[in-house]
């Protein structure tokens, strides 16, 4: 059974930092690019970042300079690091993955950027 279990949300000031952990089970992880979403109330989910297998990254220009996402391949987790937050990156955060063919997203885990 595929399972992906994020942690890491909660409330922060504009201009601080949280750091997302998704921990998975049931797939291959070393094997597997991973992914995070995002979804703010009354929009669309949308990719933010993604980790391929040899550790190259990539990222949604609005994020690009200020999330960095990684992975350890021993935890079978992969985490995102996000600083310098601000009002537009409320949203809930969903990890992400494909494995034999089928999409697999966690539960998300909510982040509140205050002002």
């Known amino acids: 059974q595929v399972r992906l279990v994020e942690s890491g949300g909660g409330l922060v000031q504009q201009g601080g930092s949280l750091r997302l952990s998704c921990r998975t089970s049931?797939?291959?992880?070393?094997?597997?690019?991973m992914y995070w979403d995002r979804q703010a109330a009354g929009k669309q989910r949308d990719l933010v970042a993604a980790?391929?297998?040899?550790?190259?990254?990539n990222y949604t220009d609005p994020v690009k300079g200020r999330f960095t996402i990684s992975r350890d391949n021993a935890w079978n987790t992969v985490y995102l690091q996000m600083n310098n937050l601000k009002l537009q990156d409320t949203a809930d955060y969903y990890c992400?993955?494909?494995?034999?063919?089928?999409?697999?997203w966690g539960q998300g885990t909510p982040v509140n950027v205050a002002s």
């Open positions: 992400h993955t494909t494995w034999k063919t089928l999409n697999y």
């Open positions: 049931g797939i291959a992880f070393k094997f597997s690019g």
């Open positions: 980790i391929s297998t040899d550790g190259s990254t």
